[in-house]
């Protein structure tokens, strides 16, 4: 099946640093990938929905300067948070598809911020 | 404004029990409604259902969807302790693939 690997796993880092999780698609090529956020104990909120090549498409009330999209080549996307602060801690989860598959997640980056 | 939700919010049962998970959803472009299961981590996908009145099976788990009423079900059969998750329903649009998440079921199932 679809593999979708995101990295790192879990991030602590001081208040005013900027982060950069990758999701790459490792048997696939993703036309399409797609950043979540997660609250404890809630759903997947949709941040962006980026395509191979262009501008990512942020949600109502996504900061488009604070989260940093970039989608390079059909198997890599990234976020970057940038000058983070606590209340940006969260979970954060890419995912990716193509014109066959349903959106396959990758393992999440838990992201703390001190 | 496009909506999932899904019912209970959380349930508790024992071990053998049958258990039905429901998605309802009102959405503009409706292009499919996947299931996926999420423990600790990020969600794994479990079915994908884009036509009326098909089943779709696996193991225990099975699924289906109502286009005409506009909603999901999800049943677990004999469940075991290894299905405690959250049971999370998405709709999928044509706008660009976008996927909008109802908030989950939480299912404990206890031995």
């Known amino acids: 099946g679809a593999v979708v690997s995101q990295h790192p796993s879990w991030v602590i880092c001081k208040s005013g640093t900027s982060v950069k999780i990758e999701c790459r698609s490792l048997d696939f090529q993703a036309t399409t990938m797609f950043w979540y956020r997660q609250f404890p104990k809630q759903s997947l909120m949709l941040m962006a929905t980026s395509n191979e090549g262009s501008k990512a498409t942020y949600e109502q009330g996504v900061e488009k300067d604070k989260f940093l999209i970039n989608h390079a080549s059909l198997t890599l996307s990234t976020l970057t948070v940038t000058s983070a602060h606590p209340e940006d801690s969260s979970f954060y989860i890419c995912?990716?598809?193509?014109?066959?598959?349903?959106?396959?997640f990758g393992d999440g980056t838990r992201l703390s911020i001190l | 404004e496009d909506k999932v939700v899904q019912s209970p919010l959380s349930l508790v049962v024992h071990e053998g029990d049958t258990v039905t998970l429901n998605c309802s959803y009102e959405?503009?472009?409706?292009?499919?409604l996947l299931w996926y299961k999420q423990e600790k981590k990020a969600p794994t996908f479990l079915f994908m259902l884009t036509s009326s009145g098909i089943e779709k099976k696996s193991g225990r788990l099975s699924s289906i969807l109502d286009k005409k009423e506009l909603f999901s079900i999800l049943n677990i059969t004999a469940t075991q302790t290894g299905d405690s998750a959250v049971y999370l329903c998405?709709?999928?649009?044509?706008?660009?693939?976008?996927?909008?998440f109802g908030a989950g079921t939480r299912l404990t199932v206890k031995p």
């Open positions: 995912s990716a598809r193509d014109n066959y598959q349903p959106q396959h």
């Open positions: 959405v503009t472009n409706f292009r499919s």
């Open positions: 998405a709709v999928e649009l044509y706008n660009n693939n976008d996927m909008r």
